[in-house]
C-alpha cells in the first residue's frame, strides 16, 4: 500500500511532512478556519434556533429591549 510523506495535521488540517522537517507549527488564523470549518452544521443550527426564538414573543421582547439598551447608551 502507498503511504503519503505527507498527512494532514489534526489540528488545522495542513499538509504536514511526516518527517517531521521543518516541524510543523499551526498558524492560528489557519487553525481556527479549520474549527470553524468543523462546527459549521453547529453555527447553522444556532442561527436557525436564534431566528426561530427571536420570532417568539419572548424573542421580540428581548430584541426589543436590547434595542432600547442601545439607543439608552448612545
Ligand atoms: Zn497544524
Known sequence: MFKSRF???QAC???V???GRPRHECLPERRTDFEMFGLRDEIAQLEVEVSCY???ASGRFS???AAR???RRS
Do not use: H, I
Open 54 to 56: 427571536l420570532a417568539t
Open 17 to 19: 511532512d511526516r518527517s
Open 7 to 9: 498527512m494532514p495535521c
Open 69 to 71: 439598551q442601545v439607543r
Open 63 to 65: 430584541s426589543w429591549l
Open 13 to 15: 488540517g495542513a499538509s
